[in-house]
């Protein structure tokens, strides 16, 4: 009997989230939305129809990102009717009560989303020995609880509404391709990863889709704040541009990623690893995990 009502809320909630391959007049949040992946995420929905809500830290940052979705002619390269404008705020995720109180504010001013985006992130670099803990705890307040709260504060409106949405949270590679050099950022991303799966499960009946991206190598300015651990502020700087340099040449633009993003929603697609290094890492993870280990004792 059981089983019987569980499969039929499930057929339900599939059937909810499908209205989703038509995102026109959609409301879509979006977190970290003044930079990189978050910035391109806001531009694809736009240019499908929607309404995006678009946060970050920075406030500056998420009013340009507003901008270039409200005066089209700005958006370089755009070749979108956008469509139901964008509104800015501030908000740091790894605030409670901000995250709480952004979500109150939305769903007073905009109505209840559809779509959630957590993606606000940082990166960090540095094995466990070099790793304070306060650095630890920064990279999993902003990486993980950032979405714990954003899932948190949105969902139960989502729910209570009753007709279906998606939540995309943005892990990484980096959750399931174990590196020494990389212990607090992985480990914050395979959280999210493991969290994305459970909450697909649970939120299956009321046609609420999670999708979890893991990008790869993506060059945005990401490697321009990321802090590495036990190093001096010139040695920061240098390994910062190194990487940098590394990853632009690398060539993977965020409007890519972007995409995927759009595409899983539509599709309501759980794990999506985006790069050609994210696909083949997330095989060889599930093909040999031992070989993994291994890989994690270089310094890559
Ligand atoms: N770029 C990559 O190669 C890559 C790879 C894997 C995963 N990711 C993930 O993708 C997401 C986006 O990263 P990106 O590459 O676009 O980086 P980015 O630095 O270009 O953008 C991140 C944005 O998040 C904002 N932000 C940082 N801390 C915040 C906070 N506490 N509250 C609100 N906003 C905050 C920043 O101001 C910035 O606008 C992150 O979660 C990141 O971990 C990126």
């Not at 539509?266 to 093909?287: F, M, Q, Y």
């Amino acid at each position: 009997m059981g089983l019987l009502k569980d499969v039929t809320g499930w057929r339900r909630g599939t059937k909810l989230q499908r209205r989703l391959r038509d995102l026109t007049g959609t409301l879509v949040v979006v977190t970290g939305a003044g930079s990189g992946i978050g910035r391109e995420t806001a531009l694809a929905f736009a240019a499908q129809g929607a309404i995006v809500v678009v946060s970050d830290i920075n406030l500056e940052s998420a009013q340009d990102t507003a901008a270039l979705i409200n005066t089209p002619t700005q958006a370089s390269g755009a070749e979108a009717v956008f469509g139901g404008g964008s509104h800015a705020y501030q908000v740091d995720v790894s605030d409670e009560q901000a995250v709480i109180r952004f979500a109150e504010t939305v769903a007073a001013h905009h109505g209840v989303p559809d779509i959630v985006v957590n993606n606000a992130g940082i990166g960090f670099s540095g094995t466990f020995a070099d790793t304070e803990q306060r650095q630890f705890e920064r990279v999993m307040d902003i990486n993980f609880w950032g979405v714990v709260y954003g899932c948190r504060a949105f969902t139960p409106m989502m729910i209570d509404r009753g007709t279906g949405g998606h939540v995309v949270n943005l892990s990484s590679a980096a959750a399931y391709t174990p590196q020494k050099a990389l212990t607090a950022y992985s480990t914050s991303k395979a959280a999210v990863f493991m969290l994305s799966d459970c909450l697909r499960a649970e939120l299956l009946p009321h046609g609420i889709g999670v999708s979890t991206i893991c990008p790869g190598l993506v060059h945005t300015n990401i490697l321009k704040t990321t802090e590495f651990a036990g190093t001096t502020a010139e040695e920061q700087l240098e390994n910062q541009t190194k990487a940098d340099n590394f990853y632009r040449k690398r060539n993977f633009t965020p409007d890519r990623v972007a995409s995927a993003i759009v595409k899983a929603v539509r599709t309501n697609k759980a794990v999506v690893p985006v790069t050609v290094e994210a696909k083949l890492g997330r095989t060889i993870s599930r093909l040999s995990p031992g070989s993994m280990r291994v890989g994690a004792r270089f310094e890559i």
